[in-house]
């Protein structure tokens, strides 16, 4: 059975930071490609960052150079550091993994407050 659980959500002022952690089970971790979507209330779900097993990493231009995404192959994790986070950045976030099919996280709540 597949699982993808995410941490490290919370509240947080703008301009400060916070690391998402996804732990996945019930797959070839090193073979997936993991990612991080987020979707704000009334908005579309969208693609925040990627990351291959060999590390080439996609940043979405909204977040790129505030946040990285990285990955763990030995404790089947998946990371995101968000800095100078922005009241905008307010969303739920959720990991993927993906290899021939996609598998979802339930996701975790980022607030920014202003």
């Known amino acids: 059975q597949v699982q993808l659980v995410e941490s490290g959500g919370g509240l947080v002022p703008a301009g400060g930071s916070l690391r998402l952690s996804c732990a996945a089970s019930?797959?070839?971790?090193?073979?997936?490609?993991m990612g991080w979507y987020r979707q704000a209330p009334g908005k579309q779900r969208e693609l925040v960052a990627t990351?291959?097993?060999?590390?080439?990493?996609y940043h979405a231009d909204s977040v790129k150079g505030r946040f990285t995404i990285s990955r763990d192959n030995a404790k089947n994790t998946v990371y995101l550091q968000m800095n100078s986070l922005k009241p905008d950045d307010t969303a739920v976030y959720y990991c993927?993994?993906?290899?021939?099919?996609?598998?979802w996280g339930q996701g975790t709540q980022v607030t920014v407050t202003s």
């Open positions: 993927s993994a993906a290899w021939g099919r996609v598998y």
């Open positions: 019930g797959i070839i971790f090193s073979r997936n490609v």
């Open positions: 990351i291959t097993g060999s590390n080439t990493t």
